[in-house]
């Protein structure tokens, strides 16, 4: 005959064994690489889409990419996972900042952490203008 002891100590070591498989699961997801994917090498957008404080995300090589013109016209131009978790980031434009919805991470125009648990600013792209078209990529 089963105790009660007995099916306590072992219901303590199943969910000990669930958060250590859970943990070790989230660790090495935020440990990866995020995989290079298929893209376009350039991306290019026509200028006058994005107006002073309005941000568009896009696919850049791969991955996702926030392109923000800020209000004194000035392009920004970032990789839009967060480097806490892999979640993808948002651009808030009455806040003027980048936010990521899943743990609160904010960032600024620069990539730089305002706060949250990210770890790292995030990865700036290279952007410019040429000939009326935003454009991304080294040839900037």
């Known amino acids: 005959m089963v105790d009660r002891r007995t099916i306590l100590v072992s219901s303590v ?43 568009v995300q896009v ?29 993808l980031v948002k651009w808030n434009e009455d806040a003027e900042r980048i936010e990521c919805p899943c743990h609160d991470a904010t960032f600024a125009l620069d990539g730089t952490v305002l706060g949250g648990p990210a770890p790292k600013p995030l990865p700036k792209v290279p952007v410019g203008v040429k000939e009326g078209m935003i454009q991304l990529g080294e040839k900037t």
């Open 13 to 55: 070591q199943a969910c000990g064994l669930a958060a250590l498989a859970s943990g070790g699961y989230i660790t090495a997801n935020y440990l990866a690489p995020i995989p290079e994917g298929l893209g376009e090498e350039e991306v290019e957008i026509p200028a006058e889409r994005l107006k002073p404080g309005q941000g």
């Open 59 to 87: 696919v850049h090589k791969g991955k996702p990419t926030l392109i923000i013109r800020d209000r004194e016209g000035e392009l920004h131009a970032l990789t839009a996972v967060c480097t806490h978790l892999g979640c």
